[in-house]
């Protein structure tokens, strides 16, 4: 079965600096996606970034980048410039490729606070 | 934002109540799910649904049943609420094809006493 594993429960950071959010996964598949999802207080949960694991390329969006290793299973979410609108609950999540069910596998989530 | 809606937001109800949380989407979509969110947990898939008349259980047990009869419309039913239900529930929506980018509805946090 697989895992999705984030060990940091809160991180904060001042604006405009960049804070990085790890995640590691446990799977024996080969094809696969992961994620991070944002929780804003109170709001919606929206997708932030997404990785195919057959790119070797790090997904970037923005001021959102990530660090895939697939090697060692971990995709970390860098956040640069960051903004006070960032403040948010932010979710590791995978998924494999079978079948057309859209089943993610979530992280525990790491509570992310911007200061001013 | 998405155009996903869930009623209703908070709930607070006594044990053996029968209670149905409402998902409405306006996007569409053929698929449907439920997450039940625990404070400090990770997001537990326990219902999906691929469109009409198709409804299966996730990967986390539940004793909450959901039907899907309008596209647009996914509820969630528990006959008998108790204290152990106590969580939020998220519903979300996402278009056919595989993609992983859920459209997640505002939540219902649900209190049973």
């Known amino acids: 079965a697989q895992t999705v594993t984030q060990s940091q429960p809160e991180m904060s950071v001042q604006e405009a600096e960049t804070v990085t959010l790890s995640c590691t996964y446990d799977t024996s598949e080969n094809n696969y996606y992961l994620f991070w999802y944002k929780q804003p207080p109170s709001r919606q949960m929206i997708l932030v970034i997404r990785q195919e694991a057959y790119k070797q390329q790090n997904a970037t969006e923005n001021r959102f980048s990530v660090n895939f290793q697939k090697a060692a299973k971990s995709f970390s979410l860098k956040i640069s410039d960051s903004q006070l609108g960032d403040t948010a609950m932010y979710f590791c999540?995978?998924?494999?490729?079978?079948?057309?069910?859209?089943?993610?596998?979530f992280g525990t989530g790491t509570r992310l606070q911007v200061f001013p | 934002e998405a155009d996903i809606y869930q009623t209703p937001r908070y709930l607070v109800i006594g044990t053996g109540k029968k209670i149905t949380l409402e998902c409405s989407q306006t996007m569409g979509h053929d698929k449907m799910y439920w997450y039940q969110q625990d404070p400090g947990m990770e997001l537990h898939l326990i219902h999906y649904?691929?469109?009409?008349?198709?409804?299966e259980k996730g990967d986390l047990s539940s004793e909450s049943t959901v039907s899907r009869i309008r596209t647009e419309h996914f509820p969630l039913t528990l006959e008998s609420a108790r204290p152990s239900h106590t969580s939020q529930y998220l519903c979300?929506?996402?278009?056919?094809?595989?993609?992983?980018?859920?459209?997640f509805g505002e939540g219902s946090r649900l209190t049973v006493l």
């Open positions: 649904s691929y469109g009409v008349n198709s409804t």
């Open positions: 999540a995978f998924m494999k490729l079978v079948g057309n069910t859209d089943k993610l596998i």
């Open positions: 979300a929506s996402s278009e056919w094809g595989v993609t992983g980018e859920l459209f």
